[in-house]
């Protein structure tokens, strides 16, 4: 079998592809798509450090960093936990949740693009085919 006809190989050169355009539209906000998908994950009564990683598919040690950088841009902030000190919460400044909102609009346009142009049945097949590859990937 050729490589290039691999599951895989389509999946990585979609999501390639995918992030290169919305790195591009993101750079324009001064975001990254990286930037973009932490701010998304973050809610209102903010979220453990611990559980981003995990959500983003991160080493811990690159999330630090970006962390730190987002902090440093004024994107978010760290809050000890008032119940249980030992934990540390992550939540947007006010120029955080402005990105995020320009954040959810790139990812909604593209969104609407793709389901414009593919038929309702044939998202539905290809994300259950997603999710069956993503279980798969696990088990491996």
Not at 36 to 43: E, K, R, S, T
Not at 47 to 67: D, F, Y
Not at 112 to 119: A, F, T
Request: positive net charge; hydrophobic residues 40%.
């Amino acid at each position: 079998m050729n490589l290039k006809q691999t599951v895989d190989y389509y999946v990585k050169s979609s999501w390639h592809s995918i992030a290169r355009m919305y790195n591009q539209i993101a750079a324009e906000h001064g975001l990254s798509q990286t930037i973009g998908y932490v701010l998304i994950n973050v809610p209102k009564e903010g979220v453990p450090a611990t559980q981003i990683a995990p959500l983003m598919g991160m080493e811990p040690t690159s999330l630090s960093r970006l962390l730190k950088n987002m902090e440093e841009d004024g994107l978010i902030y760290r809050q000890k936990d008032e119940l249980d000190k030992r934990i540390v919460k992550i939540f947007l400044t006010p120029m955080g949740i402005e990105k995020r909102k320009i954040s959810k609009k790139i990812i909604l346009d593209f969104n609407e693009k793709i389901e414009k142009n593919i038929p309702p049945e044939k998202l539905e097949c290809f994300v259950l085919v997603l999710q069956q590859i993503c279980e798969q990937a696990r088990k491996e």
